[in-house]
């Protein structure tokens, strides 16, 4: 999950400098077509076949459609908002998880995870500070790009049961590249990326690849409620990001509403740990 902070951060930075050239279709295109590439090279240097057969491809249609969906919105409210406000809606998504893994995963919701869920969910409110502007398409997009990732969340827990990790990276880009090529081509016209947007291009490709690859082994690993509270690590990380490189001003609620999402993750990883070393 350390790895998956890592590349999550950098593709926000990246999905950033690219967007004065490319919307979010084509982002997600691009992405993609250069996503399918690097695992087809993966793929070759493994000895593997030219691409991995295909189990449950409901599941991963479902999976795929509500990443896609997730992501489109994600890249939208990247652009429009400061990147901390960005990443704390988005952070919603792992308190969708504490809810609706127990209906669709059966795994338990305790107590030291809802007070994890409660505390992040604080923090999410002190750092989103909701009500103190009107609601914006981008700050709708932040909030429902949550919602879809959650789903992908689980979705991804369900298929780490059953296929390999490769696969499920595999057709998510195949089936992506085909999402992002119909939405980019709609209107009939797509742009061409420029010699100064490929570079920011690949690193949104290897870096979403190595994020799925990251929370997809993590979900293999342990439960979805004890993985995704991780993720609340990218916020004082974007935070400090969005200071340095474009100015975007760390206020106290930052701070605080940081302090209480690390809180609450602490209590939850210790709690797991006790019950569990697998935790």
Same mark, same amino acid.
């Given at each position: 999950m350390?790895?998956a902070v890592?590349?999550?951060t ?7 400098e ?6 979010t279709?084509?982002i997600?295109?691009y992405r993609s ?12 240097a493994r000895?593997a ?7 449950r491809?409901g599941l991963?249609?479902?999976r795929n459609?509500a990443?896609?969906?997730?992501q489109?919105?994600?890249f939208?409210?990247?652009i429009s908002?400061?990147?901390a ?8 998504a792992?308190?969708?998880?504490l ?5 669709i995963l059966?795994e338990?919701l ?9 505390l992040?969910?604080?923090g999410? =409110?002190?750092?989103a500070?909701?009500?103190?502007? &009107?609601?914006s398409p %981008?700050l709708?997009a932040a #909030?429902g790009?949550? +919602? @879809?990732?959650?789903?992908t969340?689980?979705?991804t827990?369900?298929?780490?049961a059953?296929?390999d990790?490769i696969?499920?990276?595999w057709w998510?880009?195949?089936?992506q ?5 119909v939405?980019a081509l709609?209107d009939?016209e797509?742009a061409?990326?420029?010699a100064?947007?490929l570079?920011w291009i690949?690193?949104?490709a290897a870096?979403?690849l190595?994020a799925?690859y ?8 342990a439960?979805?409620m004890v993985?995704?509270?991780?993720d609340?690590?990218r916020?004082?990380?974007i935070a =400090?990001?969005?200071y340095?490189?474009?100015?975007? &001003?760390?206020?106290? %609620?930052v701070?605080?509403? #940081?302090?209480?999402i +690390? @809180?609450?993750?602490?209590?939850s ?11």
């Open positions: 350390m790895g890592a590349a999550l950098s593709m926000a930075v990246a999905g950033r690219v967007s004065f050239a490319l919307d279709f084509e997600m295109a077509i250069a996503g399918v590439a690097l695992l087809a090279v993966i793929l070759r000895g076949p030219a691409w991995p057969r295909l189990r491809p991963h249609l479902s459609l990443h896609f969906t997730a489109n919105l994600w939208y409210a990247i908002l400061p990147l406000q960005v990443f704390a809606l988005e952070f919603t792992p308190l969708w998880v809810v609706l893994s127990p209906l059966g338990r305790t107590r030291p995870r809802a007070l994890a869920a409660l992040g969910f604080a999410i =409110l002190l750092v500070q909701p009500g103190a502007a &009107p609601l %981008a709708l #909030a790009c949550a +919602l @879809g990732f959650a789903f969340y689980i979705f827990k369900r298929l780490t059953q296929v990790t696969e499920i990276l998510m880009t195949v089936s590249t085909v999402f992002g090529l939405c709609i009939g797509m061409l990326p420029s100064q947007s570079p690949a690193v949104i870096a979403g190595s799925h990251c929370i997809t082994n993590a979900l293999r690993r439960s979805a993985v995704m509270p991780f609340f690590l916020l004082p990380l =400090l990001i969005g340095l490189a474009y100015d975007e &001003p760390v206020g106290l %609620a701070v605080v509403g #940081a302090a209480l +690390l @809180g609450g993750n602490y209590i990883l210790r709690a797991d740990a006790r019950r569990s070393p697998r935790a």
